[in-house]
């Protein structure tokens, strides 16, 4: 797959880069050009054509450079040769290297055969061979997968009628999401509750079929006679195995090198010789197909199914990596049943150790940057292994880590205390980081590293890793989080563990600063990274010798050469200037440092402040040499300025790169000698300071409150904004206290507030989980969790409760009475049993007491008397031993915890909580508990069990609902019990690799639509999918950027379906990396819905918008700004449909929910009201439409003057409304019956049109005819929309049904404005509050008074 795909990504990028002649400069941030690109001819493609005994197995193409050994890679891919392990290639009958490239045995042809010849197996090909089988058979994915790639690679000979059964299987689920869309409701959606979750996740499923469909055996594994003796080694024979067939049949086989044969052994008896008229099978499921008709024919059905053609549910996604988990349902629970093959593989389990090939994670990481990079070709094939390096390194990082908190390696330094211990595993270094929770503090070079350190340290490891500086190199680095334990996991630097390091160090210091070491080589290449950071590159130092050494940059960074003799730079924390914001007394906020983001921001800002200052002084002297020189002299004058002025800002720039260089070493321990820019390097890191309070932060603030969509919703998207912006968590309170200071701000005041009390959580618990036992981590999280989320009288019972851990028990001993009510039914079973043996046992009971004296006299002349037994009892020979453990047990006492949360929150993040915790707005409803549940369980990796924990009831009334309960049960019921605390995951932290190719093709493609290409910037967005793909898989955050920036350009052209099948890609790939419950599938969502509505798909765009609002409604709350927008969108979407009790419903809870986010006088709410009058107005009810209007045109006002176009169309539009009204009450007066409401409508029959149709009255009779028709086929429309509307609208809740004002806003809506004559005027009006709903055109006619409703 990987070579075809390679030779398609050429011929596309080829057929798009020869009408430009464009190339991308390599190193250049934002190539200009491409007319410079070399090392793209790569030579002709080879066709290359596998067979086996003569028969074709595959066809593709390769490029010369190809390796032959790519080839087993397909093979291993193919239905047909996937269970292949032990075999060679031939070319001329001739065996050739699997290593070498093609062009080596091409000798220029178009076209080669390869011949596959199988070997015999050897111990270690023969287990692969049985781990294959194992695998297809335990997991039904795995099958699916190679179908799916056997049709991608064009094999359909075998597998016809596939992509036919495909369309059909499309049909079904279009049927599935149909009944979808019909249980799960607005109600729903409206109502956080975590039992409709498993019904909004659609998720594509990896495979159709389940295990127990496609059961092919009892069980296969290795057999208890392994392994072999040697006189049977010698004879052949690998290893024995032993299966059971779904007849039941139990069969001994042995695995020798020529194959797989049943032998004579049985439980008892080992008889490895092969049974008579055996015959020996090279492939284990020939063999088991022989014997068992029942696993040939399951087999059969495996490899039958249809499979999804699409890559997306093909593709795993570590989820340790994107951290999206934290419910588990109950299917995946009662998934664990009895595997035998899943007993071996955790018995053989080394946590990511592979014995038979160790690897060399800093060996390969460092060949792999060091390989050329010239050509495209060459680059795709160092980042793909780059990834694959990366991603192995993670997760032998994770199982390692696992490996060291749950005490299965041994430390290195036992001797030392057991926070600084350091271990080597798998060829990682491991190491443990300090648990500090109320500061910022600097451990020191004595002590370990704080979490803050370890952050600042893998972020500039990003960075160097990015930039790719020569000479310089930097350690694979993961930071893992598990079970409240920071592990830090490092390649190991070679020759470092077994020298001295002194030896080893060659820059910088390990002792704080007592002695400094400065090597030539080190200090050119640190001058590199100074010059990238900005921090100055030259400091004098001063030992304890009193010798002086100039380095660049800190001593604090060192500098190690290793056995390999590549230079290492390691502890790169200090390579960023220090927060001047944070310097108490001592050393307790030394880590509070700068982010790289803040200081490109300052830099930037400096450098354009600058030149607007050297722009008005070209400006002044070009005006003054216009003045005394002639025309001539003019324009000589122009072209001698433009090089001046290009020359001069160059040589600006350099200035200023020289000026702004922050002294590193400032406010930290490190001594060094104070110089003359001393001073001005204090200043500089004040003006620093002084720009993040008066600049970054109030347009951090302002981006915050935006008016559309947004995908900040939760803690780590919040986390994610402020870096991007240059800011630490740490000013968090800094932010709050300027939202304060404006109301329509409160919704963001609320979120980082809930922000600020997850982390603290977060702080609080890692502490306390790190330091207790892996049996009493639940329990702490249950009491926990018990604690914030109760009510305020389970909070006083939780507070005067001595042991709290009895909570549960009560709860462990309601199971165990039913275990014990089971056990007394049996018990009386096997009494009655018993009875009836009684009365045959009576009549062999004489002859037994007999045999029983015979046999006493015999012991006690052999064992002696019973006083020898005597005093072995009392020498406690055969007491029974049980060992009392000392555990520590586990108290959360409310008010504890709270003022420890006030603590950390004022302490750490400058926050000061005034209310209680009972009081906060996050205790109010169960969205909000939702939203911070879910949350505190993503950032410590817990897991719980899917079930709903909170009712839609307010806190207070569970709390009553309970204390009845507890009058009638006495006993106190938790909210968390044990069993839903499921699992507690490992969190990590990485190195990111980017491909530099596939952001010069975005950028490409932006430049050529702002030109108004759109086609090239298509073709340059699809070639960087493919280039995305090759390097990342099918499944990856840009791919999906991409597919959704393409569907909006094919919404723009008018391509609906291309439209929708991007955003479908894209949606799809959201939800396999971030799971169902983030904001960027839910905005995916959003956009879909949007989409489908647009196409008139009002059910799918139905289905869309619930499943967006029920996202938000988790993550978010129900007080939350995406919410209103999706809510806005269904009225609409239900006043299309003809469905106005739900869309009044929903602007109901809109308009709720919006007075709760911004308040009742928000410049938010003028198009609330806006809309509400509009909708009023198109159901005739001109009274509320005036109401409302009026609550519009005051907010208004507030905003803007009474000239201003907006309050005057808004002024007109009431005028508009009253004069309706007036006109509604002459009609009143008229014939009698004129106005008669028709049966099944919510809206007055239309008024008489003779008097308006005299000029046509010829035609009268026919219009009136075809009018009565059209009446009638809408009376039925109707009333079956009221029914649906009543079935939509009437599970909401009641507060909104009968609610006085209604919400609606646009953005562009489009008014009438009422002229005499007969013509459609429209007048725009912009408001400022308002989102991207829709674009909403009023027809109305004076002729026919009819009024009609376009959604463009």
Same mark, same amino acid.
């Given at each position: 797959?990987?070579?075809?795909?390679?030779?398609?990504?050429?011929?596309?990028?080829?057929?798009?880069?020869?009408?430009?002649?464009?190339?991308?400069?390599?190193?250049?941030?934002?190539?200009?050009?491409?007319?410079?690109?070399?090392?793209?001819?790569?030579?002709?493609?080879?066709?290359?054509?596998?067979?086996?005994?003569?028969?074709?197995?595959?066809?593709?193409? +390769?490029?010369?450079?190809?390796?032959?050994?790519?080839?087993?890679?397909?093979?291993?891919?193919?239905?047909?040769?996937?269970?292949?392990?032990?075999?060679? +290639?031939?070319?001329?009958?001739?065996?050739?290297?699997?290593?070498?490239?093609?062009?080596?045995?091409?000798?220029?042809?178009?076209?080669?055969?390869?011949?596959? #010849?199988?070997?015999?197996?050897?111990?270690?090909?023969?287990?692969?061979?049985?781990?294959?089988?194992?695998?297809?058979?335990?997991?039904?994915? #795995?099958?699916?997968?190679?179908?799916?790639?056997?049709?991608?690679?064009?094999?359909?000979?075998?597998?016809?009628?596939?992509?036919?059964?495909?369309?059909?299987?499309?049909?079904?689920?279009?049927?599935?999401?149909?009944?979808?869309?019909?249980?799960?409701?607005?109600?729903?959606?409206?109502?956080?509750?975590?039992?409709?979750?498993?019904?909004?996740?659609?998720?594509?499923?990896?495979?159709?079929?389940?295990?127990?469909?496609?059961?092919?055996?009892?069980?296969?594994?290795?057999?208890?006679?392994?392994?072999?003796?040697?006189?049977?080694?010698?004879?052949?024979?690998?290893?024995?195995?032993?299966?059971?067939?779904?007849?039941?049949?139990?069969?001994?086989?042995?695995?020798?090198?020529?194959?797989?044969?049943?032998?004579? !052994?049985?439980?008892?008896?080992?008889?490895?010789?092969?049974?008579?008229?055996?015959?020996?099978?090279?492939?284990?499921?020939?063999?088991?197909?022989?014997?068992?008709?029942?696993?040939?024919?399951?087999?059969?059905?495996?490899?039958?199914?249809?499979?999804?053609?699409?890559?997306?549910?093909?593709?795993?996604?570590?989820?340790?990596?994107?951290?999206?988990?934290?419910?588990?349902?109950?299917?995946?629970?009662?998934?664990?049943?009895?595997?035998?093959?899943?007993?071996?593989? +955790?018995?053989?389990?080394?946590?990511? #150790?592979?014995?038979?090939?160790?690897?060399?994670?800093?060996?390969?990481?460092?060949?792999?940057?060091? =390989?050329?990079?010239?050509?495209?070709?060459?680059?795709?094939?160092?980042?793909?292994?780059?990834?694959?390096?990366?991603?192995?390194?993670?997760?032998?990082?994770?199982?390692?880590?696992?490996?060291?908190?749950?005490?299965?390696?041994?430390?290195?330094?036992?001797?030392?205390?057991?926070?600084?211990?350091?271990?080597?595993?798998?060829?990682?270094?491991?190491?443990?980081?300090?648990?500090?929770?109320?500061?910022?503090?600097?451990?020191?070079?004595?002590?370990?590293?704080?979490?803050?350190?370890?952050?600042?340290?893998?972020?500039?490891?990003?960075?160097?890793?990015?930039?790719?500086?020569?000479?310089?190199?930097?350690?694979?680095?993961?930071?893992?989080?598990?079970?409240?334990?920071?592990?830090?996991?490092?390649?190991?630097?070679?020759?470092?563990?077994?020298?001295?390091?002194?030896?080893?160090?060659?820059?910088?210091?390990?002792?704080?600063?007592?002695?400094?070491?400065?090597?030539?080589?080190?200090?050119?290449?640190?001058?590199?990274?100074?010059? =990238?950071?900005?921090?100055?590159?030259?400091?004098?130092?001063?030992?304890?010798?009193?010798?002086?050494?100039?380095?660049?940059?800190?001593?604090?960074?060192?500098?190690?050469?290793?056995?390999?003799?590549?230079?290492?730079?390691?502890?790169?924390?200090?390579?960023?200037?220090?927060?001047?914001?944070?310097?108490?007394?001592?050393?307790?906020?030394?880590?509070?440092?700068?982010?790289?983001?803040?200081?490109?921001?300052?830099?930037?800002?400096?450098?354009?402040?600058?030149?607007?200052?050297?722009?008005?002084? #070209?400006?002044?002297?070009?005006?003054?040499?216009?003045?005394?020189?002639?025309?001539?002299?003019?324009?000589?004058?122009?072209?001698?300025?433009?090089?001046?002025?290009?020359?001069?800002?160059?040589?600006?720039?350099?200035?200023?790169?020289?000026?702004?260089?922050?002294?590193?070493?400032?406010?930290?321990?490190?001594?060094?000698?104070?110089?003359?820019?001393?001073?001005?390097?204090?200043?500089?890191?004040?003006?620093?300071?002084?720009?993040?309070?008066?600049?970054?932060?109030?347009?951090?603030?302002?981006?915050?409150?935006?008016?559309?969509?947004?995908?900040?919703?939760?803690?780590?998207?919040?986390?994610?904004?402020?870096?991007?912006?240059?800011?630490?968590?740490?000013?968090?309170?800094?932010?709050?206290?300027?939202?304060?200071?404006?109301?329509?701000?409160?919704?963001?005041?609320?979120?980082?507030?809930?922000?600020?009390?997850?982390?603290?959580?977060?702080?609080?618990?890692?502490?306390?989980?790190?330091?207790?036992?892996?049996?009493?981590?639940?329990?702490?999280?249950?009491?926990?969790?018990?604690?914030?989320?109760?009510?305020?009288?389970?909070?006083?019972?939780?507070?005067?409760?001595?042991?709290?851990?009895?909570?549960?028990?009560?709860?462990?001993?309601?199971?165990?009475?039913?275990?014990?009510?089971?056990?007394?039914?049996?018990?009386?079973?096997?009494?009655?049993?018993?009875?009836?043996?009684?009365?045959?046992?009576?009549?062999?009971?004489?002859?037994?007491?007999?045999?029983?004296?015979?046999?006493?006299?015999?012991?006690?002349?052999?064992?002696?008397?019973?006083?020898?037994?005597?005093?072995?009892?009392?020498?406690?020979?055969?007491?029974?031993?049980?060992?009392?453990?000392?555990?520590?047990?586990?108290?959360?006492?409310? !008010?504890?915890?709270?003022?420890?949360?006030?603590?950390?929150?004022?302490?750490?993040?400058?926050?000061?909580?005034?209310?209680?915790?009972?009081?906060?707005?996050?205790?109010?409803?169960?969205?909000?508990?939702?939203?911070?549940?879910?949350?505190?369980?993503?950032?410590?990796?817990?897991?719980?069990?899917?079930?709903?924990?909170?009712?839609?009831?307010?806190?207070?009334?569970?709390?009553?609902?309970?204390?009845?309960?507890?009058?009638?049960?006495?006993?106190?019921?938790?909210?968390?019990?044990?069993?839903?605390?499921?699992?507690?995951?490992?969190?990590?932290?990485?190195?990111?690799?980017?491909?530099?190719?596939?952001?010069?093709?975005?950028?490409?493609?932006?430049?050529?639509?702002?030109?108004?290409?759109?086609?090239?910037? %298509?073709?340059?967005?699809?070639?960087?999918?493919?280039?995305?793909?090759?390097?990342?898989?099918?499944?990856?955050?840009?791919?999906?950027?991409?597919?959704?920036?393409?569907?909006?350009?094919?919404?723009?052209?008018?391509?609906?379906?291309?439209?929708?099948?991007?955003?479908?890609?894209?949606?799809?790939?959201?939800?396999?990396?971030?799971?169902?419950?983030?904001?960027?599938?839910?905005?995916?969502?959003?956009? %879909?819905?949007?989409?489908? +509505?647009?196409?008139?798909?009002?059910?799918?765009?139905?289905?869309?918008?619930?499943?967006?609002?029920?996202?938000?409604?988790?993550?978010?709350?129900?007080?939350?700004?995406?919410?209103?927008?999706?809510?806005?969108?269904?009225?609409?979407?239900?006043?299309?449909?003809?469905?106005?009790?739900?869309?009044?419903?929903?602007?109901?809870?809109?308009?709720?929910?919006?007075?709760?986010?911004?308040?009742?006088?928000?410049?938010?709410?003028?198009?609330?009201?806006?809309?509400?009058?509009?909708?009023?107005?198109?159901?005739?009810?001109?009274?509320?439409?005036?109401?409302?209007?009026?609550?519009?045109?005051?907010?208004?006002?507030?905003?803007?003057?009474?000239?201003?176009?907006?309050?005057?169309?808004?002024?007109?539009?009431?005028?508009?409304?009253?004069?309706?009204?007036?006109?509604?009450?002459?009609?009143?007066?008229?014939?009698?019956?004129?106005?008669?409401?028709?049966?099944?409508?919510?809206?007055?029959?239309?008024?008489?049109?003779?008097?308006?149709?005299?000029?046509?009255?010829?035609?009268?009779?026919?219009?009136?005819?075809?009018?009565?028709?059209?009446?009638?086929?809408?009376?039925?429309?109707?009333?079956?929309?009221?029914?649906?509307?009543?079935?939509?609208?009437?599970?909401?809740?009641?507060?909104?049904?009968?609610?006085?004002?209604?919400?609606?806003?646009?953005?562009?809506?489009?008014?009438?404005?009422?002229?005499?004559?007969?013509?459609?005027?429209?007048?725009?009006?912009?408001?400022?509050?308002?989102?991207?709903?829709?674009?909403?055109?009023?027809?109305?006619?004076?002729?026919?008074?009819?009024?009609?409703?376009?959604?463009?």
């Amino acid at each position: 797959i990987n070579a075809e795909y390679m030779g398609n990504l050429f011929q596309n990028w080829k057929d798009m880069q020869e009408p430009q002649k464009e190339q991308q400069q390599p190193g250049a941030e934002v190539p200009n050009d491409l007319e410079n690109q070399e090392g793209y001819d790569v030579g002709k493609p080879i066709k290359v054509i596998v067979k086996y005994q003569d028969k074709q197995l595959l066809e593709t193409e +390769f490029s010369q450079q190809d390796v032959i050994i790519e080839l087993k890679q397909l093979l291993g891919e193919s239905t047909q040769s996937f269970l292949w392990t032990s075999y060679h +290639f031939e070319y001329n009958q001739q065996r050739i290297n699997e290593y070498a490239e093609i062009k080596t045995y091409c000798e220029d042809k178009e076209e080669i055969i390869i011949n596959v #010849v199988h070997d015999p197996y050897n111990e270690k090909n023969a287990r692969t061979h049985v781990k294959k089988v194992q695998e297809v058979i335990q997991d039904p994915s #795995v099958a699916q997968q190679l179908i799916s790639n056997q049709l991608l690679l064009g094999q359909s000979n075998a597998l016809k009628g596939l992509q036919d059964e495909e369309s059909k299987t499309g049909e079904d689920a279009n049927k599935e999401s149909s009944q979808m869309s019909s249980t799960f409701q607005l109600s729903d959606a409206l109502n956080c509750d975590l039992s409709k979750y498993p019904l909004v996740s659609q998720e594509k499923k990896e495979s159709g079929l389940k295990r127990e469909d496609v059961r092919c055996l009892n069980y296969i594994c290795y057999s208890g006679f392994n392994p072999p003796p040697p006189n049977r080694k010698l004879a052949g024979d690998l290893f024995y195995l032993q299966v059971k067939l779904l007849e039941g049949n139990e069969y001994h086989i042995t695995a020798s090198s020529f194959g797989f044969a049943v032998n004579q !052994s049985n439980s008892k008896y080992f008889d490895p010789i092969p049974q008579p008229k055996a015959i020996t099978y090279y492939s284990l499921v020939d063999l088991m197909s022989h014997y068992s008709s029942l696993f040939k024919k399951q087999y059969q059905i495996l490899f039958s199914q249809s499979p999804s053609l699409d890559l997306l549910t093909q593709s795993p996604v570590n989820t340790f990596i994107y951290n999206n988990k934290w419910l588990s349902s109950s299917e995946e629970l009662q998934q664990h049943d009895w595997n035998a093959t899943r007993t071996e593989s +955790f018995l053989q389990n080394l946590h990511g #150790v592979d014995p038979s090939s160790l690897r060399d994670w800093n060996d390969e990481y460092q060949s792999i940057k060091e =390989l050329p990079k010239k050509d495209l070709i060459q680059r795709l094939n160092s980042d793909k292994l780059m990834v694959k390096v990366l991603n192995d390194f993670v997760e032998a990082a994770i199982e390692g880590a696992k490996a060291v908190v749950d005490g299965f390696v041994t430390p290195l330094n036992p001797t030392d205390k057991p926070e600084e211990y350091v271990y080597i595993y798998n060829s990682i270094f491991f190491s443990l980081a300090d648990n500090t929770i109320d500061s910022y503090r600097d451990s020191g070079a004595e002590t370990i590293a704080t979490r803050t350190m370890t952050n600042y340290d893998l972020l500039n490891v990003k960075i160097l890793h990015k930039r790719d500086i020569q000479e310089l190199h930097v350690l694979n680095t993961a930071l893992v989080d598990y079970a409240g334990r920071r592990i830090v996991a490092q390649a190991v630097v070679p020759g470092v563990i077994t020298s001295n390091q002194k030896q080893c160090t060659e820059y910088g210091s390990i002792d704080e600063g007592k002695n400094i070491y400065c090597n030539d080589e080190f200090k050119e290449i640190m001058k590199k990274v100074c010059q =990238l950071f900005s921090i100055a590159d030259s400091i004098d130092f001063v030992d304890e010798k009193a010798e002086t050494h100039n380095l660049a940059g800190s001593y604090e960074i060192k500098g190690i050469r290793g056995s390999d003799r590549r230079k290492y730079f390691i502890e790169l924390i200090r390579l960023l200037p220090r927060d001047i914001n944070y310097t108490a007394e001592g050393h307790e906020h030394l880590c509070c440092i700068h982010r790289p983001e803040l200081v490109q921001k300052f830099l930037l800002y400096k450098f354009t402040e600058a030149e607007a200052i050297n722009q008005m002084k #070209v400006q002044q002297e070009r005006a003054k040499q216009q003045k005394e020189g002639t025309e001539k002299e003019k324009e000589e004058q122009t072209e001698d300025t433009q090089q001046k002025e290009e020359e001069q800002a160059e040589s600006n720039m350099l200035k200023l790169a020289q000026k702004y260089k922050f002294n590193t070493c400032l406010y930290t321990k490190a001594q060094y000698v104070l110089t003359e820019s001393h001073e001005n390097d204090k200043k500089l890191l004040e003006e620093l300071a002084d720009f993040v309070k008066t600049k970054v932060i109030p347009s951090l603030v302002q981006e915050l409150s935006t008016n559309d969509i947004s995908p900040i919703c939760d803690s780590k998207s919040v986390s994610e904004f402020f870096h991007m912006s240059g800011i630490s968590m740490r000013y968090l309170g800094e932010v709050i206290r300027q939202c304060n200071s404006n109301k329509d701000q409160r919704h963001v005041k609320n979120l980082l507030e809930r922000v600020v009390l997850t982390r603290t959580l977060k702080n609080i618990m890692r502490k306390k989980m790190s330091e207790l036992n892996f049996m009493q981590i639940p329990k702490y999280i249950g009491l926990v969790f018990n604690t914030i989320f109760s009510s305020p009288e389970d909070k006083s019972y939780l507070e005067g409760l001595e042991n709290q851990e009895d909570i549960f028990k009560q709860k462990e001993t309601q199971s165990q009475q039913q275990k014990q009510q089971g056990q007394q039914a049996q018990q009386q079973q096997q009494k009655q049993e018993q009875e009836q043996e009684r009365e045959q046992d009576e009549v062999d009971q004489k002859d037994k007491s007999k045999k029983k004296k015979k046999k006493s006299k015999q012991n006690q002349k052999t064992t002696g008397t019973g006083d020898d037994v005597a005093l072995l009892a009392q020498q406690n020979l055969f007491k029974v031993i049980q060992p009392q453990f000392k555990l520590e047990t586990v108290t959360v006492k409310p !008010s504890e915890l709270w003022n420890e949360i006030v603590h950390i929150a004022k302490k750490r993040y400058s926050h000061e909580f005034t209310e209680t915790l009972d009081k906060l707005v996050f205790q109010q409803k169960a969205s909000y508990k939702y939203a911070l549940l879910r949350e505190v369980c993503l950032s410590l990796g817990i897991v719980l069990k899917c079930r709903d924990y909170f009712s839609i009831h307010s806190a207070n009334e569970q709390g009553q609902q309970r204390r009845e309960k507890k009058k009638e049960e006495q006993a106190y019921s938790p909210v968390f019990r044990l069993e839903d605390i499921v699992e507690v995951r490992p969190l990590v932290k990485y190195i990111d690799h980017t491909c530099e190719d596939s952001l010069y093709h975005i950028d490409y493609a932006q430049k050529r639509l702002y030109e108004g290409k759109v086609n090239e910037a %298509l073709e340059a967005y699809q070639t960087c999918i493919q280039i995305l793909i090759n390097i990342y898989g099918p499944a990856h955050k840009d791919i999906a950027s991409i597919y959704q920036k393409m569907a909006q350009i094919h919404l723009r052209i008018g391509n609906l379906e291309e439209a929708i099948f991007n955003q479908k890609q894209a949606t799809i790939i959201n939800e396999k990396l971030y799971g169902l419950d983030h904001a960027v599938t839910a905005q995916s969502y959003y956009k %879909l819905g949007l989409i489908y +509505f647009s196409i008139k798909e009002i059910d799918s765009a139905f289905k869309m918008l619930f499943k967006s609002l029920y996202i938000y409604n988790l993550i978010c709350g129900e007080n939350n700004l995406n919410s209103v927008i999706v809510l806005m969108n269904l009225s609409v979407f239900y006043r299309e449909s003809e469905q106005y009790q739900a869309s009044i419903s929903c602007l109901y809870e809109a308009l709720e929910r919006s007075i709760a986010t911004f308040g009742e006088e928000s410049a938010y709410l003028i198009g609330c009201y806006q809309g509400l009058a509009l909708a009023h107005y198109e159901i005739e009810d001109f009274n509320k439409s005036i109401d409302y209007q009026n609550k519009c045109i005051s907010i208004l006002k507030k905003y803007f003057s009474d000239e201003d176009i907006k309050v005057k169309d808004a002024t007109m539009l009431l005028n508009k409304f009253k004069s309706s009204l007036e006109d509604k009450k002459k009609q009143k007066l008229g014939k009698p019956g004129e106005n008669k409401r028709p049966f099944g409508s919510n809206k007055p029959q239309k008024p008489n049109q003779q008097k308006d149709d005299q000029e046509d009255a010829g035609q009268l009779s026919q219009f009136k005819n075809e009018q009565r028709q059209k009446e009638r086929q809408l009376l039925i429309q109707k009333a079956r929309a009221m029914r649906m509307s009543q079935k939509q609208g009437g599970n909401l809740r009641p507060q909104f049904q009968n609610a006085d004002i209604l919400n609606y806003m646009y953005q562009n809506q489009l008014l009438t404005r009422m002229k005499e004559t007969e013509a459609v005027s429209y007048t725009h009006l912009t408001l400022p509050t308002i989102y991207s709903v829709q674009i909403s055109v009023v027809a109305v006619s004076l002729k026919k008074k009819t009024m009609v409703s376009y959604v463009v």
